[in-house]
């Protein structure tokens, strides 16, 4: 009979939790531990650091994952471009896209990676990362939209944020929540190695790359900037590095991405008449 | 025994009750997709802003001229917005109800964190991610400094101006 009562009072607790009721799990822990059952207290603590765990990550996280996946792009590409005007630049191209983007209202910042590779990234909470090799490739305003826009469509689709949630549960973390970042560190720092080792050294599924080429091309496409652009700066890519060795080494190869992106314009009815705007690009650029 | 008039009467009542429902309840919605918006007085960029929209706001829609849309506001301003700044299916965002359960239960206030205020340097957890690899303090200012790069509205509304990009493409 207590058993069963126990029993309900843990369903009840667990059913306040999944509600978003934090307050009301933690005064049921207190009430199962003043009623001299620990164990109880235990289970329900439990239930719903395991029921938080499941749930999506919330902004306050992603924050503090970007942040500290930004400082690892940062430190292992060696450092940023300092050139205040380039760097707004950028930043106002960003901002554009970001602001007719699926996920508009979180911040969004560009920086430029001191690095000749030809490479972007983008970390959660809106951290994304162009190097100066690329920016170097790019011929006009349009294209740098688009690499925007895919770097803005990782970070709005969530992309990154499903590795880490694949990269908590390998760290076997099951507490809900950053909480776990100041009582376990250890963990924290295994789920941000786990998560910047998949981004730039294995790759984000061959998929999200492909959906990140076509909805980032739309995100450009709905402030105005010509569609076709983002496949002429792919197709010269191909050309200056071949289809068997993505010049993106993580990304799948030309060929496959620029059909993909054709297709999204074709299906989609993305405006082809759009700007490129080659001129201003050339006169913010051309220091780089 | 009902008299046929007051019959005839109650079935006009009722007709136009369903046609005045219906417009309403079945007319097209669309939802706003950018960060902001605004409501214009006529369907160019020149035209008097009458009113400003936020993302997610639901707006119905009176009419359409090309790139523009003609709409009304829940708060009941009629105007045109640009096109582009608008969606057929409702936006999530970053705001999803299972993300705003997540930061319930972790004690957080979803909407104070997802306001680009800008935070500035780096949070208790990333420092210590810092202290624990032995990032650099040249960069850990990048990403400090990152952190709080913000560009004022307006200056990205005068961009969007001189490239005739959104609502002033031409």
């Known amino acids: 009979m207590r058993n069963n009562h126990g029993m309900w009072t843990a369903l009840i607790a667990l059913s306040l939790t999944v509600a978003g009721c934090a307050e009301v799990q933690r005064a049921a822990e207190d009430v199962a531990r003043q009623s001299g059952n620990p164990r109880l207290a235990g289970a329900i603590h439990g239930a719903g650091n395991v029921v938080g765990s499941l749930l999506p990550i919330g902004y306050e996280e992603e924050s503090s994952i970007g942040q500290a996946m930004a400082l690892q792009v940062v430190a292992r590409y060696g450092g940023v471009v300092d050139q205040p005007e380039l760097v707004r630049y950028v930043n106002l191209v960003g901002r554009a896209v970001a602001d007719t983007s699926d996920r508009p209202d979180i911040p969004y910042r560009v920086a430029i990676l001191d690095h000749e590779s030809i490479n972007a990234f983008a970390v959660p909470a809106g951290y994304i990362f162009v190097t100066r090799g690329l920016l170097r490739q790019i011929r006009n305003e349009a294209e740098l939209a688009a690499v925007l826009g895919h770097e803005i469509a990782h970070v709005s689709e969530k992309h990154?944020?499903?590795?880490?949630?694949?990269?908590?549960?390998?760290?076997?973390?099951?507490?809900?929540?950053?909480?776990?970042?100041?009582?376990?560190?250890?963990?924290?720092?295994?789920?941000?190695?786990?998560?910047?080792?998949?981004?730039?050294?294995?790759?984000?599924?061959?998929?999200?790359?492909?959906?990140?080429?076509?909805?980032?091309?739309?995100?450009?496409?709905?402030?105005?900037?010509?569609?076709?652009?983002?496949?002429?700066?792919?197709m010269r890519l191909r050309d200056l590095k071949g289809d068997d060795r993505a010049l993106f080494k993580t990304h799948p190869n030309f060929s496959a991405r620029i059909d993909a992106v054709q297709k999204t314009i074709r299906t989609k009815h993305l405006a082809t008449t759009g700007v490129v705007l080659q001129e201003r690009f050339s006169r913010m650029t051309k220091r780089v | 025994m009902t008299h046929p008039r007051s019959l005839g009467v109650l079935l006009i009542v009722l007709w136009i009750s369903v046609c005045v429902w219906g417009a309403d309840g079945w007319a097209e919605t669309v939802y706003v997709q950018a960060k902001t918006a605004q409501i214009r007085a006529g369907k160019t960029s020149l035209d008097a802003v009458v009113g400003n929209v936020k993302f997610g706001e639901s707006l119905e829609i009176v009419g359409r001229d090309g790139s523009w849309m003609e709409v009304k506001t829940s708060a009941g301003a009629r105007g045109w917005i640009f096109a582009g700044k608008t969606s057929t299916s409702k936006p999530s965002g970053g705001n999803d109800t299972l993300a705003r359960l997540g930061q319930s239960m972790r004690g957080g206030d979803a909407s104070a964190t997802t306001a680009s205020a800008g935070a500035r340097g780096l949070d208790k957890a990333s420092e210590g991610y810092a202290n624990r690899t032995g990032v650099s303090a040249r960069d850990r200012e990048v990403v400090d400094r990152m952190t709080a790069y913000q560009i004022p509205d307006q200056e990205v509304e005068e961009f969007l101006r001189e490239g005739g990009l959104g609502e002033y493409a031409k």
Do not use: C
Not at chain 1, 178 to 189: G, I, Q, W
Not at chain 1, 199 to 213: C, S, V, Y
């Open chain 1, 160 to 234: 990154i944020l499903d590795v880490i949630q694949r990269s908590k549960r390998l760290a076997g973390v099951t507490e809900a929540g950053l909480s776990y970042a100041t009582s376990n560190p250890a963990a924290f720092k295994g789920v941000i190695d786990g998560a910047v080792k998949k981004l730039l050294d294995e790759g984000l599924d061959q998929e999200k790359e492909t959906d990140a080429d076509m909805v980032g091309d739309v995100f450009a496409a709905r402030v105005g900037y010509d569609a076709e652009a983002y496949v002429g700066l792919l």
